[in-house]
């Protein structure tokens, strides 16, 4: 199949009213720029172009000069993101990921555009099933990238996820259309240099992008199977209550890769982290929860014996650990630890986290909550001093509203 015809299969069958391109001046992407420009004419869709400088190549900034002047030759309105915070420790791979998809997201729902289109291939989708083949993952990380999801908001695609990165440089060269290397394409300290050299030494035995790419894409559809099985046993044995997720003893019992995805999930969905646990750390949990102890993981306390779900008795509950929110301030009115909006008569009250002033809530029993969910929840201070905590009973003319960042925990239990 032609890149013309894939492209608009894809984008036909995806129907967006608008669509923003994140082009970087790779080959890639400035391949699905021009293929999406001639697509979207004769589809009567609104599109642009951004491209992401995020400072760490002296290259970049005119790498997207030349993104700007390839846009307006067709006609596309252009806008370079500039990651502006400093990259900081650990992995700068993963932190520049992050940062091109945040800055990405807003300007797209800044521009009123409907979806953000990006340039993996499959060759992409091949190295990263290495990659995380080497890491030890399981199915959901071997299992192919989504061509189309939602996440912070907005919808992502990926058009030219089935095609491979020659055809597409094939493309351009036919039309004399220039594209810029990225000299990190050659840098053997990259993961994913090391696993496109791999592919050509696996060729031998039969290993091929398209054979792993295949292969993700069944590990999807085993995927889909588990998540399904994970979201109906969190509609039999799971309920949400004051941001914790409570579950019934008999979650205890269910099959291992049920629960863990369960809980790791739940863990996400409290602690609004984009990264499950890591697999041992979730397992020493699981296990101090079937010994009926308590466990602190990923910013969350994990108790046993508050159970309350469905079948009553001591099964267990997921909330928001003190220590991780110690530290977390809002305004009224904005949201406190991307969960929570406290709303009440003293615009110039902080909100933060109850934590020991709890001892001035003389109602907080009443509430049904534990100790834990409460120290853990917000509250409106004035110069330091307690006014109100609307979860521990002492409203005074606030309320507090509950709006988890990752949406509705049980439906999206088949989307994460």
Known sequence: MSPEAAL?????????????????GGGDSMALMHLAAGWAEGAGVRLEVATVDHRLRPEAAAEAAMVARAAAALGLRHETLVWREAPGRGNLQDAARRARYRLLGGWAEARGLAAVALGHTLDDQAETFLMRLARGSGVDGLAAMRADWQADGMRWLRPLLGLRRAALRAWLEARAISWAEDPSNDDSRYARVRARAALAELAPLGISAEGLAATAGRLSRARAALARAAHDAARAYCRIEAGEVVCAPAA?????????????????????????????????????????????????????????????????????????????????????????????????????????????????????????????????????????????????????????????????????
């Open 8 to 24: 608009a299969g894809f984008l036909g069958a995806a129907r967006p009213q608008s669509l923003g391109l994140a082009v970087s």
């Open 252 to 416: 205890l019992d269910l099959p291992e890769e049920t629960l863990t995805r369960l809980v790791a999930h739940a863990l996400c969905w409290v602690s609004s982290s984009e990264y499950r646990p890591r697999h041992a750390a979730l397992m020493r949990a699981l296990a101090d929860l079937h010994a009926g102890r308590r466990a602190v993981l990923h910013g969350c306390l994990l108790s046993p014996g508050r159970g309350g779900g469905a079948n009553g008795g001591a099964g267990f509950r997921i909330g928001r650990e003190f220590q991780a929110v110690r530290g977390e301030t809002a305004r009224p009115g904005a949201l406190w630890d991307r969960r929570w909006r406290l709303t009440g008569p003293d615009e110039q009250a902080e909100i933060a986290a109850l934590g020991d002033a709890l001892a001035e809530c003389p109602d907080w029993r009443e509430t049904g909550l534990s100790r834990d969910c409460l120290r853990a929840s917000p509250a409106a201070f004035r110069a330091g001093r307690l006014i109100a905590a609307p979860l521990a009973g002492l409203a005074n003319g606030w309320s507090a509203e509950f709006h988890p960042a990752r949406g509705d925990f049980h439906d999206t239990l088949l989307f994460h």
